[in-house]
């Protein structure tokens, strides 16, 4: 790999970014066309139901697309879908060379968009920043390879590992910067879960709080549903809001909710795992734990998480009956600790992110 093809392909991932949170159950894929070492052409997948990236950069460069080189982060896709094959449009403008950054995962295509290419004459290169191709989309990769959306648990706790004082108070743990970043965070993800409690005790936004940033969807898992009923998460103006409980709860409420354009579905189990199978139905790629320490145990040992994201407060609390932010998990020796992977952290203002992987597979309902 030279330092041109990286930079190039840096540039793919900068503007796949661009659809962050919007391309659901698609990737997020960036392409560029360069002509004599020029860029000519870029574009990137708004999302579903929208031509691919490749699409976008062939139709910028138009004609000086013959004999140019492509670079695009993800194998161009070489079946018909919402959009027909990138592969055939590549062919018909006549580059002479494709810069793939990644392997596509979806056995749909997985290696057939290569050797359609190959097979046109065209010179195919794969694997350029391969590893940060593949983070951008880990979870259309996880959603593509588990069937499954890509969980992410988040929470803000003390220095001394509380997510509320012994009274349940919780405002606010982390600074401002901190609260920003999770902000993002949200419009970045399709789906945020809260369990009863949280409703309950916190009456939380679960918003991206930005004018222009989309929201996830605010899902409440609730086997009482005995529920205020008034709660921000009930103002669908704001974003909408998805109530997963069991089958017959609190008629009255259900219909004060759809009253409020709250959608109350009943489930006939209400775990992590059947409320993640729904939402992989509604097309998900990733969906985000902000929930208390009993639900976060479940949902950890149902194997419904892959990501933890920790922000960590220089705060001490103390308080025996304080809530930490993952509940029981039927542990008693310490070699049975859930050890992270590809562990990294950073400060943000005066607190902390450390963010990790669980093992994979982790799974011990
Ligand atoms: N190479 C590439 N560029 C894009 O811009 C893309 N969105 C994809 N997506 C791949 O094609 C599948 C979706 O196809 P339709 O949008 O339904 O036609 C998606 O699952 C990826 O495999 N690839
Ligand atoms: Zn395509």
Redesign the pocket.
């Known amino acids: 790999m030279n330092d041109f093809d990286s930079s190039m392909m840096r540039r793919c991932l900068d503007l796949a970014r661009k659809a962050l949170g919007k ?1 659901a ?3 997020m ?1 960036g ?1 560029v066309v360069v002509q004599n070492g020029q860029i000519v052409g870029q574009g ?2 708004p999302g ?8 976008f950069a062939l139709r910028e460069a138009d004609h000086l697309a013959r004999g140019a080189t492509i670079y ?6 070489n ?6 094959p ?1 592969t055939e449009a590549l062919i018909g403008a006549g580059v002479a060379k494709v810069v793939v950054g990644m392997v ?1 995962p ?1 056995p ?2 997985s290696g057939k ?1 290569i050797e359609r290419l190959r097979e046109a004459g065209i010179e195919v290169v794969v694997g350029v920043e391969e590893e940060a191709c593949r983070q951008l989309n880990e979870a ?1 990769v996880h959603r ?1 390879l588990y069937k499954r959306p890509f969980g992410i648990l988040k929470y803000a706790m003390t220095l001394d590992g509380k997510i509320a004082t012994s009274s349940g108070h919780s405002s606010w743990i982390t600074d401002l910067a901190a609260r920003g970043v999770v902000h993002q965070l949200r419009a970045a993800c399709d789906a945020v879960i809260v369990g009863g409690n949280t409703v309950r005790l916190d009456n939380p936004h679960l918003t991206s709080h930005q004018v222009e940033a989309r929201n996830p969807l605010r899902v409440v898992m609730t086997r009482s549903l005995e529920l205020p009923d008034n709660a921000y998460l009930w103002e669908t103006e704001a974003a909408a809001t998805l109530v997963l409980t069991q089958v017959g709860a609190n008629p009255d409420l259900q219909k004060l909710l759809l009253r409020k354009g709250v959608n109350v579905v009943e489930l006939d189990s209400l775990t992590p795992t059947r409320v993640m199978s729904y939402l992989y139905d509604l097309g998900f790629l990733s969906v985000l734990w902000e929930c208390g320490g009993v639900l976060a145990a479940k949902a950890i040992a149902e194997g419904t998480v892959q990501k933890v994201m920790a922000f960590i407060a220089p705060k001490i609390i103390g308080g025996d009956g304080a809530p930490s932010p993952v509940g029981n998990l039927g542990f008693q020796k310490m070699t049975q600790a859930l050890t992270l992977e590809r562990v990294s952290w950073r400060t943000i203002g005066p607190d902390c992110l450390m963010e990790g992987y669980l093992p994979s597979g982790t799974n011990f309902r």
Not at 48 to 55: I, K, L, M, S, T
Not at 79 to 84: A, D, E, N, S
């Open positions: 391309t159950p698609n990737p894929v392409a990137y997948h579903a139901g929208q031509p691919h990236a490749e699409v695009v982060s993800l194998e161009p896709c079946h018909y879908g919402r959009t027909p990138c596509d979806n749909l295509v968009g259309f593509i």
